[in-house]
Every structure is written in structure tokens, then in C-alpha cells.
């Protein structure tokens, strides 16, 4: 479904994605960890060519992303994304936030478009909600609505760029509620988080980056509780020993 | 055309100056406690500024003198360089009550903390604007302060309507006696565009020295 | 009886000869800043889109543009076109349409800055969050950034506005029979009324002006529901260096943000 041959990317003189080869097969959910930093956010942009490569090739579904042909806008429609800061449209109301794009892009009707995303908003608990403005909902609802956004176009591909670090600590499970249960329906997930819970539930493979550099990949208990490489290890320990299980991420 | 450039720097520096000091003194005005103060500082600049700035200048050329006692007012009317100062005041008038407002938000934008901080540490009303408000408002304030003070030199062009010698004033002249205008009008575009350039440098540089100056003062609290 | 005396061509200040001649005074003053706003809104608003193009060939000439543009006074322009639309229109070029086209020239550069300031402000997790559900670039303009952007520009944009406003009394220079001119003009051919010609020229701008910036405000209060406050939270400053840079853009051009707007608190 992915795959990334030999990529590499720079900015400026910052090597930030040093040689990444891996190949996430359909169905499969992945989970990238590893310190602030390394490259992990970088590398799920460029799926969604969010960001650009400099060096290799990545092919998402069969398509190239460094052919100038490649139509960027249906490559996108097929990957959803789901965002740390949630970026809701500030000016449209929950549910219109979801219907925007299956509507513009997808050339759905009104009446379709509403109806599929009140299905949606029912499926991440929130119907209630449908006429709430983004600020008026808390930011798991919030996150909520943007998974439901992204589900909205039917995407064969989901990334999730640190979904729940924004988020107060009691917020975070009514969110990986949703991403396990979507997991479970076998959509193919690519999950940029420090949450080990959410990991051990429903990872096929753990991805473990430092530097630009995947260094390590494997079942998630090998990988969490008998890594190989001593730079995993580190990481691995130092995460584990911090008690509070929603607070690992002391990135900022 | 040299003693326009001359006359039109004199205008720039001098209204630059005196509006920054007028504009201040309204902006505290504006946010003072005393009830007299703040309606007599707002009024300034809803007068002030819903009438064109070349309604001052020919306001203070025209008409002010006539206001005045006649033995003064012909010593004004027969005093060379009455268009000058009259375009001084006319600018620095219409420029202060944009720089208030600028300041005036500048102010608003320092936290609560500061102030009383300020009072906390014994400093009387004088003193905490001078130490604590007035270099933060300042600072805040000097993005749109900068691009005031570019707009407030274009507009010291206008001073040629009250025939003050300035560098438009000087082109027009040129044009009438060997009318070469097109030629004089691009030295003078040019002679602003540059100067205009010269006083966005400038600005940038002085926020850049500022930063610098902030950023050094968080980063030795931290390390102490 | 001395007073109405010297309001007797208050019709002058108004609307000049209107019925039997030509339109002037203040009526002229508004005439011309509608045409112009309306005029360089289109042009602004190309303008400061192409400005954040990412072609060079398109981005330069842009830039060029609006910083020669900006870095010269209004009454520079005024004569620029005054001896130029001439020659390309063969001579019969009226006052009033040079006068137009100038200011149009003059707002578009500012306007330009706005849109950009407006467009730039908008967190860049927007564009992203609109192009990964599979929306174009023109879509996701279209229906997330520029409504976003809108509401950030609208203050700054009222309140250029006004100043252009303000700035058709510099066209009087090359002899449009606006306010100002007939103000001056009356003054000198009637020394007598040369209070009442003045007080006609301050209220009459001053009219126009405070109902403009009230409306303003007004507007403000009432779009401002979920304007600015609303995106800041999850905009990402850390992540994204242009965002705080913009800002500081922003206010330089909106420069006054509001006159007056938090008096009333």
C-alpha cells in the first residue's frame, strides 16, 4: 500500500530523513515512536506529499509520489489525516466541517453529504454536537470531529500525526477509542504517537525513529519490552520510567 | 531642488519628533483614570483624524493666523518660513493621533503583572511610565509605529500646497519655469522612494537591536 | 441673517454645480473613493495573492510593485498619472479620471498587503488540514482560507478605507473640483467666508469619516464572534516560523487597528 524506497530529505543542512526504507502493506497498523525530533512527523507529511522528498521514491496505492503527473489532490483524497491541533475550520460548525470536502471534492449532494457525516458524528459519539463551532468543543471533541473529517471522504489510508498530545490527559482515551475501533475494521493506519497503551492494543509493527533514521522495527512487544538497539533501549527506559502513563510526551 | 531636499528633511525630522511627543502624551491621556483626561484624549483623535491631513496644513497656514491678534498675525504672514512651521504643526497634529492610537494599543497589550509589579516595588505614577510601561509600549508598538512614521514623511509632500519649499513644492516649480516635469518628478520619486528605504532599514534594524535586547534579558533570568 | 450669509453656497461643499453643471464637492470625494475602492479591490486582492505565489517571475513584479508603490507619496502618483495618462490616451483625459486611477493605483499596493497580512495569518494547518481531505488548491482557497482570511483583513481593510477617504482631498492638486478645492477656492475669491469655507471642508470629511469608522466598528463587533481568538489556539507558532512574522506584517499595515474600537470596554 506504502512504500518508501531509499528517501531522504533535507532542510537546509538538516538531514531529516536519512534513507527510510519501509513497506506498510494493506490492513496493516503502524505506530511511529521515538524522540522529539526525529523525523517522525516528517516522514508521515511526506505520504500525503505535505512535505516533499529530496532523494528516493515513495509509492502510496500504486502511485508515484515524485512524478510531476501524479494527481496530488485524488492521491490526497484517498489518505486521510488527522492533525495534533486538530486545525477544524474555526468558521464552519462541526458538521460542516465534515461535509466540505465530500462536497467539494467528491461532488456529493447536500442532503448525501449531511447524511453520511451525521453517521459519522453518531460513530465518534457526537451528534449532539452537530451545530457546535470549534471553539465551543473541548479538544477531544474536537479531535473527534477531525477523524470524523477525514472519514468523511472514505480514505483508504489514515495518518495520525500525534493525535492525542495536545489533549488534557482525561481527553485522550475517548479519541484512541475511536482509532482502536477504526483499527479493528482493518483500515490501514499510519500512527504517530507516544501512547504504548494504544501501541500493545492494536499495532501490527512498531517503528521506533531517532535522528532521520528508522532504527529499529518490530512486533510491538519486542519493541517496547526487548529492543535490540541500545538507542531503543534508552528511549524505552526513559519512557517507561515516567509513572504517569498520558504524560509521556514532554516534547515541548 | 537641493534646499528641497533640505526643508523636506527638516519637515521629517522635526514632525517625526514632536508627534511621537504629542502622540504620547495623548496616548496616556487616553488611558488615564481621570475621566476629563480620557474624553478630552479621545476627542483629539476623532477630531483629528476623520479630517484629511492637508486639511491641517491649510487649516494652520490659512486660518490660524487670522485667529490670532492682527499685530501677530501679519508678523506670521511675512515671516519666511511660516509655511514651513506651519506644516510642522499641521503634520504633527494629524500624525499624533495615529501614533496615540498605536501607542495607546501598545499599552493595553502589557500584562496587568507589569504594572503591578511596578507599584509593588515602591515607583511612584512618573516613574513607572518612565521605567516600566513607556519601553514596553514602545517596543510593542514599533512595527506600525515604523510604518507611521514612513506614511508621515510621504505626507510631508503635501506641505507643498501651503508653499512650503519643500521637494514636491520644488519639482512643481521646476516644471513651471522649464518644464522638464516628468524628469524632475522622477528625481523626487526616486529621492523619496530611496529616503522611504533608508527609514525601513532603519526600523528594521532598531527592532532587531530590540529583540536582541529581550531576548537577552529572558535568557539571563533563566540562567539565574 | 450673517450666519446663513456665510452658509449660502453650502450647495458648493455639498455637491458643487451638480444639477446644471458638474458634479464637485464632497459628493466628488465620495464618488471618487468608491470607484477607487472598488476598483483596487480587484487589483489588491490579485495582487497580494500573486505576492505569495511561489514563482519568482510572478512573485517579484509583485513585490516590485507595491513596495515602489508604497514608498511614495500619493501626490507623486497623482502627477505621475496626471502626465502620463495623457500621452496614452491622446490628451483627453479629464482630471477626475486621472485623479481615479491614481488612487487606484496608490490602493491597490496597500490593499495588496492586506490580503497578504490576511491570507498569511490564517495557521498554515488550515491549507493542510483543507488539501489532505482531497480538496484543490483553488477549493480550499475558496472555501477555508479566504473566508478565515476575510475576517482577519476587514478591520484593516474599514479602516484603509477611511484613509483613502481622507486621501481623495489630495487629488485638488492637479484641480479636481472636490471638497477641498472648492473649499480653498471659495476662500480665496470671498475672504469674507473663509471660516465657513473651512468648517464645511473639517465637517464634512469629519461626517463621512466617523460614519465610516462607526460602521466599522459595528461590523467588527458583530463578525467578531469567533474571529481571532478562535484560530490562535491551535494555531502552531513553534512549528510554523512565518506565523509570528505575519503578524508583525499585519499590524504594520492595518497600522491602527481600530480607532477606537475598545473605548467602549
Redesign the interface.
Known amino acids: 500500500m506504502i512504500k518508501f524506497i531509499a528517501t531522504n530529505k533535507w532542510f537546509h543542512n538538516h538531514h531529516v530523513l536519512r534513507n527510510i526504507n519501509l513497506e506498510i502493506s494493506k490492513g496493516e497498523v503502524i505506530v511511529i515512536c521515538g524522540p522529539s525530533g526525529a523525523g517522525k512527523s516528517t516522514l508521515l507529511r511526506t505520504i500525503n506529499k505535505l512535505e516533499s522528498i529530496d532523494d528516493g521514491e515513495i509509492i502510496v496505492d500504486g502511485m508515484y509520489l515524485s512524478d510531476p503527473k501524479t494527481d496530488l489532490t485524488a492521491l490526497r483524497a484517498e489518505i486521510g489525516m488527522v492533525f495534533q491541533h486538530f486545525n477544524l475550520y474555526p468558521h464552519k460548525t462541526a458538521l460542516k466541517n465534515i461535509t466540505l470536502a465530500p462536497r467539494k471534492v467528491r461532488g456529493l449532494g447536500k442532503k448525501q453529504a449531511t447524511e453520511k457525516a451525521l453517521k459519522l458524528l453518531e460513530r465518534v459519539g457526537l451528534t449532539h454536537r452537530r451545530d457546535a463551532f470549534p471553539v465551543q468543543l473541548s479538544g477531544g471533541e474536537q479531535q473527534r470531529v477531525a477523524i470524523a473529517r477525514s472519514l468523511a471522504m472514505e480514505p483508504k489510508i489514515m495518518l495520525f500525526d500525534e493525535p492525542t498530545s495536545a489533549l488534557d490527559p482525561e481527553l485522550i482515551n475517548e479519541v484512541l477509542d475511536v482509532m482502536v475501533s477504526l483499527a479493528k475494521e482493518g483500515m490501514t493506519m499510519v500512527v504517530v504517537t507516544h501512547e504504548i497503551g494504544f501501541a500493545q492494543k492494536v499495532a501490527d509493527r512498531v517503528v521506533f525513529m531517532d535522528d532521520g533514521e528508522i532504527i529499529e522495527t518490530g512486533i510491538p512487544p519486542d519493541i517496547f519490552v526487548n529492543p535490540q538497539h541500545p538507542r531503543t533501549r534508552n528511549f524505552m527506559s526513559s519512557v517507561f520510567h515516567i509513572p504517569v502513563f498520558g504524560e509521556t510526551e514532554e516534547e515541548k | 531642488m537641493i534646499t528641497g531636499v533640505k526643508i523636506t528633511l527638516i519637515l521629517l525630522v522635526s514632525t517625526t519628533i514632536s508627534s511621537l511627543l504629542l502622540g504620547t502624551v495623548i496616548a496616556i491621556m487616553r488611558v488615564s483614570r481621570i475621566k476629563v483626561l480620557r474624553a478630552f484624549g ?1 476627542l483629539y ?3 483629528f ?7 491641517w496644513l ?2 494652520f497656514y ?2 490660524f493666523p ?1 485667529l490670532l491678534p492682527p499685530g501677530l498675525a501679519i508678523k506670521l504672514n511675512t515671516y519666511t518660513y511660516y509655511p514651513v512651521v506651519a506644516g510642522i504643526v499641521g503634520l504633527t497634529v494629524d500624525n499624533a493621533s ?1 501614533v496615540s ?2 501607542l495607546r ?1 501598545g499599552r ?1 497589550a502589557i500584562p496587568h503583572g507589569q504594572r503591578e509589579a511596578a507599584i509593588s516595588t515602591g515607583l511612584g505614577r512618573v516613574q513607572q511610565y518612565i521605567h516600566v510601561l513607556l519601553p514596553q509600549m514602545f517596543r510593542a508598538a514599533l ?2 509605529l ?3 512614521m ?2 508621515n514623511f ?5 506641505c ?2 501651503i508653499t512650503a519649499p519643500e521637494i ?1 513644492w520644488a ?1 512643481q516649480q521646476i516644471e513651471s519655469l522649464t518644464f522638464r ?2 524628469e524632475a ?1 522622477a528625481v ?2 526616486l529621492f ?2 530611496l529616503l ?2 533608508v527609514m ?1 532599514s532603519i526600523i528594521i534594524t532598531l527592532e532587531k537591536v530590540l529583540k536582541i535586547d529581550i531576548s537577552s534579558i529572558s535568557h539571563s533570568e533563566t540562567a539565574s | 441673517m450673517d450666519l446663513l450669509d456665510q452658509f449660502s453656497n453650502i450647495n458648493f461643499y455639498l455637491f458643487g454645480t451638480f444639477p446644471k453643471g458638474e458634479v464637485g464637492g464632497l459628493l466628488l470625494n465620495i464618488i471618487m473613493a468608491f470607484l477607487a475602492i472598488c476598483f483596487s479591490c480587484v487589483f489588491g486582492i490579485m495582487l497580494g495573492y500573486s505576492r505569495l505565489s511561489c514563482r519568482l517571475y510572478i512573485k517579484l513584479p509583485c513585490i516590485a510593485y507595491i513596495e515602489l508603490v508604497r514608498s511614495t507619496p500619493l501626490i507623486m502618483i497623482i502627477f505621475w498619472f496626471y502626465f502620463f495618462l495623457p500621452y496614452l490616451f491622446g490628451g483627453n483625459v479629464t482630471v477626475f479620471w486621472s485623479a481615479v486611477v491614481s488612487l487606484c493605483a496608490y490602493a491597490a499596493a496597500y490593499q495588496a498587503e492586506i490580503v497578504r497580512a490576511g491570507i498569511m495569518a490564517v495557521p498554515k494547518g488550515q491549507l493542510e488540514a483543507a488539501l489532505s481531505t482531497g480538496m484543490s488548491r483553488y477549493n480550499a482557497m475558496r472555501y477555508v482560507i479566504l473566508p478565515q482570511a476575510f475576517k482577519i483583513m476587514l478591520p484593516s481593510f474599514v479602516s484603509f478605507f477611511v484613509s483613502l477617504f481622507k486621501d481623495t482631498s489630495v487629488t485638488y492638486i492637479i484641480g479636481v473640483m472636490e471638497l477641498t478645492q472648492t473649499g480653498i477656492i471659495v476662500s480665496q475669491r470671498q475672504p469674507d467666508k473663509i471660516y465657513a469655507a473651512y468648517l464645511s471642508m473639517a465637517i464634512g470629511f469629519w461626517v463621512v469619516c466617523f460614519t465610516m469608522s462607526h460602521l466599522a466598528r459595528r461590523l467588527e463587533k458583530r463578525i467578531g464572534v469567533f474571529d481571532l481568538e478562535s484560530i490562535r489556539p491551535d494555531a502552531c507558532r513553534d512549528e510554523f516560523m512565518l506565523v509570528p512574522k505575519t503578524k508583525k506584517t499585519g499590524e504594520g499595515v492595518d497600522e491602527t487597528p481600530s480607532c477606537c474600537s475598545s473605548d467602549s470596554k
Open positions: 479621545t483623535v476623532e477630531i483624524r476623520n479630517i484629511p491631513g492637508l486639511f491649510l487649516f490659512f486660518v487670522d495615529y492610537d498605536i494599543s493595553l512595527p506600525p515604523g510604518t507611521r514612513v506614511h510621504k505626507n510631508t509632500s503635501l507643498m500646497a514636491t519639482t516635469g516628468i518628478t523626487a520619486t523619496y522612494i522611504a528605504g525601513v
